[in-house]
């Protein structure tokens, strides 16, 4: 190509839309760590990690009487949280979960989408391992509920795709 269009070599991808990659002899590693601390700013800098991104049996409600909080902040907070499933595929769900709330957003959401961020706090080193040695093998998983959402009945249903060691959707 090099013949045909003037071009320049930089090197290995280190960095592409946010994403932190580094390469090496046995593999990619895809991170946001960068991303993630500048996701910080919501007043979280002096919060504490914890293990889980929800809390386990949490349902959240389409009508919720915990009040109004500022829309444009909880939808920027959403659309911030969904760029970081890009390598955090452990936060897809609960995001998932918080984005039905963007067109009536209340302090009880914006709550526990603060939750996902001390959650990050915790794991902003994880990422997506990809081996170069292992098999290329495109490897599907998916799960469902029965009539979830309390106010409508609707099931979600959830799937994650992986080609050898690292997800791709």
Known sequence: MQETFEMTDLGLLHHFLG??????????????????ADMM????????????PMFVNEKLQAEDSSGAVDA??????????LYATHTGPDISYAVGIL??????????????GKRVLRYLRGTQDYGIWYSGSSEYKLVGFSDSDWAGCMKDKKSTTWMIFNIGTGAVS
């Open 19 to 36: 994403i932190e990659v580094k390469q090496s002899k046995t593999g990619i590693f895809i991170t946001q760590r960068h991303y993630i």
């Open 41 to 52: 700013m919501f007043n979280m800098h002096q919060s504490k990690a914890i293990g889980t």
């Open 72 to 81: 444009k902040m909880y939808r920027s907070l959403v659309g911030r949280l």
């Open 99 to 112: 984005s039905m709330f963007v067109s009536s957003p209340s302090k009880l959401y914006f709550d526990s």
